[in-house]
């Protein structure tokens, strides 16, 4: 391993998913096979990941920790770097840098219920999570999920909400805003908090992974704590402008911390002790 901490680990795509219109995940494999062996980290980190000549974006590893010998990334195309992933074809060499930031602490939540709440493209941190608490699924008691998108076309991981939707062990509702349904939608139609108020979940014993975009998390918050939710039980992901991703160039902090280094991951208690423009 170099000294240099910019330098990024070279990764080759592996495969190809479109997910949705614009949304792609690549499966990268490390091409030095020291890294590849013994790359490790866990649900909830990031990483920076880059286009040659382009520059580095953001993303959370959305693949688990419990499946080895590969990462992948979701994103949405947003800008340059994003359009620049987006061209790469399998086979083609990129970046990345990581893991870092904090993590969802799965060890405290073991023999607990977990319910887990998810908006649009904010699906993929949800996703490392969701995976790494099936693949240990005796640690757990209930595993619901409740996943919204605009529109059925916008459900990213079309497939595997198949495979949840399917499993005896795992409660999903999907749903869609309304006007986005298509005539054969069997799931769910209206905004992710009024569908959480519908599903009346259990707030006893069981801890809430809220991942989606602002006004989602804003409506979604009052909603849990009307359900008896506590400050405590109630965990997120933030997704702050990023640069360095190491704690050095000051870019993502809110007051006095550094999302990429105190979070991704906060408790709703940590944040609110935290100014309000996160
Ligand atoms: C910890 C973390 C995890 C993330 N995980 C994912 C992920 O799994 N999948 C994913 O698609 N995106 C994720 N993002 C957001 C992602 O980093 C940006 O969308 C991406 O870097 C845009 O890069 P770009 O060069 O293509 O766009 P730019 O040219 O830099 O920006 C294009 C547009 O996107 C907006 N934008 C850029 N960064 C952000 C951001 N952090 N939040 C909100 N808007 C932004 C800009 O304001 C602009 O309007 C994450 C961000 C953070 C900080
Ligand atoms: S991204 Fe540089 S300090 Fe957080």
Redesign the pocket.
């Known amino acids: 391993m170099t000294d240099n901490i910019y330098l990024p680990y070279l990764a080759t795509v592996e495969k190809i998913t479109r997910e949705a219109p614009g949304?792609k995940t690549l499966r990268l494999k490390f091409q030095d096979e020291e890294v590849a062996r013994t790359f490790a980290f866990q649900a909830g980190q990031?990483g920076e990941y880059s286009a040659f000549g382009e520059?580095e974006?953001?993303?959370?590893i959305?693949s688990p920790p419990t499946r080895k010998g590969y990462i992948e990334?979701?994103?949405?195309?947003?800008?340059?770097?994003?359009?620049a992933l987006a061209k790469l074809e399998e086979g083609q060499t990129m970046g990345f840098r990581g893991p870092y930031?904090n993590t969802f602490p799965l060890g405290e939540w073991r023999g607990k219920s977990l319910l887990f709440v998810a908006g649009g493209?904010a699906l993929?941190?949800m996703r490392c999570v969701i995976w790494n608490a099936l693949d240990t699924r005796d640690n757990f008691k209930d595993i619901s999920i409740l996943y919204g998108a605009r529109t059925v076309a916008d459900l990213v991981y079309k497939h595997e909400l198949r495979e949840w939707g399917e499993r005896p062990d795992v409660r999903l509702v999907a749903t869609v805003d309304p006007g986005g349904e298509t005539p054969d939608w069997k799931g769910e139609v209206g905004f992710v908090p009024a569908v959480l108020e519908k599903m009346q979940p259990k707030a006893e014993g069981t801890i809430a992974v809220v991942c989606g975009p602002p006004v989602m998390i804003k409506f979604t918050f009052p909603v849990l704590e009307k359900l008896g939710f506590s400050p405590q039980s109630i965990y997120t992901?933030?997704?702050?402008?990023?640069k360095c991703g190491l704690g050095k160039c000051g870019r993502?902090n809110v007051g006095s911390k550094y999302?990429?280094k105190d979070g991704?991951v906060f408790s709703r208690a940590e944040l609110e002790t935290l100014p309000s423009e996160y």
């Open positions: 949304v990031f520059g974006s953001t993303f959370c959305a990334c979701t994103f949405r195309e947003a800008g340059r770097v994003t359009a930031g493209i993929p941190p992901t933030l997704e702050n402008r990023m993502c999302v990429c991704p």
